[in-house]
């Protein structure tokens, strides 16, 4: 995870001071990039411990097309924008799932509702017309905005077919770079070894681009220790052979994963 580390030193030394939306104060850059091979192993952070049970859980919750923190997440990363039923709006695996479709039943008619699953979609297409470049999935519902408890960060990935392998890039609008940004990756590592599978190829890049990418103000001190660490070697995941959408918590195993010790940061709400 040395291109991570790269990315927290650069933002140290050269972020620009901004305020933001929680009043903590951050240092932030734009336009950052980081590419990461996952044929070098699973690239989950060995300068400190990532739960990734945690990883999994929301990541599976997600795809279940979940929005309620007692449906089965299993870890308390959503608690502190839940509100007192559990709910959270239509975020991430209801956009990923049940993307509103708006049509009209005919001359006159009112309009009706209907939903785009577009995880299904996008399985169907990367195996039906891999070299489509609109293999893309979006949890950037403008008209969904005012009721998610928090507008998407991680907006949309979109997918690429090349040899027999299959790449993945994420956009990101905000990027928390010492609390999120390690979880992101590992996320979307997980759910890119997840699709190859299911689909018959091999995963290799995974790409995170960023929007605004930052640091916040109580989190500087902890960075520079971390990166007084130095790198182990990346863990190793297996994913039972079985369809994508069967997959659950037991099917993953991590190998090998030898982190150093836990950093708490706080979380800025």
């Known amino acids: 995870m040395k291109t991570y580390l790269e990315l927290v030193k650069k933002v140290l030394n050269q972020g620009a001071v901004k305020k933001d939306r929680t009043g903590t104060g951050t240092r932030s850059l734009f336009g950052e990039q980081l590419r990461i091979d996952l044929r070098k192993g699973f690239p989950l952070l060995t300068t400190k411990k990532v739960y990734f049970s945690s990883v999994l859980k929301e990541l599976l919750w997600f795809i ?12 308390g990363i959503w ?14 695996g209801y956009q990923w799932r049940s993307w509103p479709r708006y049509k009209k039943a005919g001359e006159g008619s009112n309009i009706t509702l209907s939903y785009v699953d577009q995880l299904s979609e996008l399985l169907a297409q990367l195996k039906q017309n891999p ?8 949890a950037w519902n403008v008209a969904d905005l005012p009721d998610m408890a928090l507008p998407p960060c991680h907006v949309f990935f979109q ?3 090349v040899d027999g392998f299959l790449d993945c890039q994420l956009y990101q609008r905000s990027a928390d770079l010492a609390v999120g940004v390690p979880f992101n990756i590992a996320s979307y590592a997980l759910l890119l070894m997840m699709v190859a599978q299911e689909c018959g190829y091999q995963p290799r890049y995974f790409i995170h681009t960023f929007g605004d990418v930052h640091l916040y103000e109580n989190h500087l001190e902890a960075m520079v220790e971390q990166l007084a660490r130095k790198p182990g070697r990346l863990p190793k995941l ?11 918590y037991d099917d993953f195993t ?15 709400v």
């Open 64 to 75: 279940r097309g979940a929005t309620n923190i007692h449906d089965g997440l299993g870890c």
């Open 131 to 138: 070299d489509s470049r609109r293999h893309i999935v979006s």
């Open 238 to 248: 297996t994913i039972e052979n079985k369809p994508f959408f069967d997959l659950v």
């Open 254 to 268: 991590l190998l090998e994963y030898h982190p150093q010790p836990f950093i708490k940061l706080p979380v800025a």
């Open 159 to 161: 997918f690429y077919v």
């Open 79 to 92: 608690d502190a924008w839940a509100d007192d039923s559990g709910e959270l709006g239509p975020i991430y």
